[in-house]
């Protein structure tokens, strides 16, 4: 049975930063593919990062420059660092597992997710 965990959510002013961190556990593999989505309230799903085996990360173009993927290979875990937050970011925080990423999309309705960690950014 696969489980994704996050963590590292919680209350912020405008400008400061936060780490993410997820930890999938259950797959057969190591190094599957990861990424973090995010969903605000009466909002669509927006898919964020994603990273590849390779390391090779993926961004969507509201975080690009602000927010930075990671990851640890030999546990399935990955890290989201995000910075220079801004109330517009206030949102439930999502990772998946073994998910569709590529150089140029992802996928956030791919893979195996978990149930979340609330980020809000006050002004």
């Known amino acids: 049975q696969v489980q994704v965990e996050e963590s590292g959510g919680g209350l912020v002013q405008a400008g400061e930063s936060l780490r993410l961190t997820c930890t999938a556990s259950?797959?057969?593999?190591?190094?599957?593919?990861m990424g973090w989505f995010r969903q605000g309230p009466g909002k669509e799903r927006e898919g964020l990062a994603c990273i590849m085996k390779s390391g090779a990360p993926y961004y969507t173009a509201s975080v690009k420059g602000r927010f930075t993927i990671s990851r640890d290979n030999d546990r399935n875990t990955a890290y989201l660092e995000m910075n220079n937050l801004k109330p517009e970011d206030t949102a439930m925080y999502y990772c998946a597992a073994r998910v569709s990423c590529y150089s140029h999309r992802y996928d956030p309705d791919s893979g195996y997710g978990g149930r979340g960690t609330q980020v809000t950014v006050s002004a």
């Open positions: 259950g797959l057969s593999q190591v190094g599957v593919p």
